[in-house]
């Protein structure tokens, strides 16, 4: 059974440069969502896709966009890309279904902004 | 005052010994509850969630949930070096469906 898979593992990035980052959610989940963490920090949600749609958003600016296909898979992709924005982007998967949503994180994309 | 707050630590405990690590959260409301270890460099793994008031016990952790005070805490009992991590506490919140997670609290279980 595999799990949350993300790709890629590392990305190198210059300021100004727009950024894709992808996911493949465990099998059997069809919610996926987006968090960055910066070094020594907690993850930061940054969005929630469910049915193809986004359904909640948090504190991040519109340089964040996401997509979510028909086989739940997603992407989220950065314009513009600062200095600030270096982070590890998790995403993690789950299912309205499971008790608590109990989500599931895949190993994440580092990015350096250069 | 964060929604979700952690001691940051580092906590040490000698091989053996019982960990104790506490969360408190903002939102009244919250229902459900979640510890997660983090090893340096890696993503978060799961542990345990809990959504109701009390103790639930899984092999060597048990995770605690006191809402009338807003507390969540998880024992890890004869602590080992191998759980030697940073252990993230979240929360969901009412109305919505994000979830949000504290700074974490390093753990060092000395050998």
């Known amino acids: 059974d595999a799990g949350v898979t993300q790709s890629p593992t590392h990305l190198i990035k210059t300021r100004g440069q727009q950024v894709t980052l992808r996911c493949s959610p465990k099998?059997?989940?069809?919610?996926v969502s987006w968090y960055q963490q910066a070094l020594g920090q907690g993850p930061q949600f940054i969005f929630q896709?469910?049915?193809?749609?986004?359904?909640q958003r948090g504190n991040f600016p519109d340089r964040f966009s996401g997509h979510q296909f028909p086989n739940y898979s997603s992407e989220l992709n950065v314009n513009a890309l600062l200095l600030g924005d270096s982070a590890l982007y998790l995403c993690?998967?789950?299912?309205?279904?499971?008790?608590?949503?109990?989500?599931?994180f895949g190993p994440g994309t580092r990015l350096l902004v250069l | 005052q964060k929604e979700v707050e952690q001691n940051s630590g580092p906590l040490s405990v000698p091989e053996g010994a019982i960990a104790s690590l506490n969360c408190t959260y903002s939102?009244?409301?919250?229902?459900?509850f979640f510890w997660y270890r983090q090893y340096s460099g890696k993503s978060p793994e799961l542990i345990m969630f809990?959504?109701?008031?009390g103790d639930k016990e899984d092999g060597r952790f048990t995770a605690q949930l006191n809402k009338a005070s807003q507390y969540v805490s998880l024992l890890i009992r004869d602590s080992q070096p191998s759980d030697s991590a940073t252990y993230l506490c979240?929360?969901?919140?009412?109305?919505?469906?994000?979830?949000?997670f504290g700074a974490g609290t390093r753990l060092f279980v000395k050998a």
């Open positions: 809990i959504y109701s008031n």
């Open positions: 979240a929360v969901k919140g009412t109305g919505g469906f994000k979830t949000i």
């Open positions: 099998s059997g989940h069809d919610t």
């Open positions: 939102d009244r409301g919250s229902q459900s």
């Open positions: 896709y469910y049915e193809e749609e986004e359904r």
């Open positions: 993690a998967s789950s299912s309205p279904g499971l008790v608590g949503e109990t989500q599931y």
